[in-house]
């Protein structure tokens, strides 16, 4: 655990800290005033620092991206500190219960507008790298077998996908916001990979069906990228895969945390999926 007001205490200007909106094994996430703004505070837990996770460059791809108005301005940050704070945005969180044609369409021409970004190659590692982390870590760990068939799956898909672009990696339900723009929130993943994962991402997380998986491919395609249905099923079934990567990682540092990451029921899951 952490000590907040340590943490609060390394913040420079008027901070107050409001209600707690998001706690898992890396951060939590609280309302504040900062400098009299309505601000969101993200505190890092120790986790964080075992992740491969880099927050000077999430930091800067935020402002390299700042132009597009789809990410939450940055108003203080402490790296040493695990602590970032951003501006609010107004807005609710994002669904599609009322089969919104509309905001499909949207979703998807405000996602290929992010993966158009041409950003520096000393800024944007690869996905591929985030892999080699959870195949480095993993080793010898309980149910490789399942382990080995979630690196295996990625290896083939990821082979057949040449084109990588500038994605996001964590589009699930809650980092995702609709105010005066889609906006999409929490960057700490961001790296260069296939264009179908996010797509699949979206698939997974939002549960859509065929006639929405319909539209959110119609969105998206262009003479920019055309989607493959087929290959996208692959993709949608390896966002599953790697969740269980990323839940038995994150025991694997710390074994507080088996009963909070449910790998028993999520197994089963994979296994019948």
């Not at 609280?30 to 400098?35: D, G, P, R």
Request: glycine letters at 2%; a neutral charge.
């Amino acid at each position: 655990m952490i000590n907040l007001q340590n943490k609060i205490n390394k913040i420079s200007g008027n901070f107050k800290l409001e209600n707690e909106i998001k706690s898992g094994p890396v951060s939590k996430i609280f309302s504040c005033k900062f400098n009299n703004i309505k601000s969101i505070v993200r505190f890092d837990l120790p986790l964080a620092s075992k992740l491969n996770l880099n927050r000077m460059k999430e930091i800067m791809i935020l402002n390299e991206i700042s132009f597009l108005n789809q990410s939450p301005k940055i108003l203080f940050e402490n790296i040493t500190e695990g602590i970032l704070i951003w501006e609010y945005i107004p807005g609710e969180q994002l669904n599609f219960s009322q089969k919104d044609e509309l905001l499909l369409t949207d979703l998807s021409r405000s996602l290929k507008k992010i993966h158009k970004i041409k950003l520096s190659k000393s800024l944007v590692t690869n996905f591929n790298e985030s892999i080699i982390f959870y195949k480095t870590l993993l080793v010898n760990s309980p149910n490789q077998k399942l382990i080995n068939k979630s690196l295996k799956l990625f290896e083939e898909i990821n082979d057949e996908d040449s084109q990588h672009v500038f994605s996001h990696n964590d589009l699930n339900v809650t980092n995702l916001l609709l105010g005066n723009n889609i906006y999409f929130l929490d960057w700490e993943y961001a790296s260069m990979n296939s264009p179908y994962f996010d797509i699949a991402s979206l698939v997974a997380s939002f549960n859509l069906d065929h006639s929405e998986i319909n539209i959110l491919v119609e969105g998206y395609s262009d003479n920019f990228i055309a989607i493959n249905k087929e290959k996208l099923k692959k993709w949608v079934s390896f966002t599953y895969y790697l969740d269980y990567l990323w839940r038995i990682s994150i025991v694997k540092l710390d074994a507080s945390y088996k009963q909070s990451m449910k790998l028993d029921e999520f197994e089963n899951f994979l296994i019948n999926l």
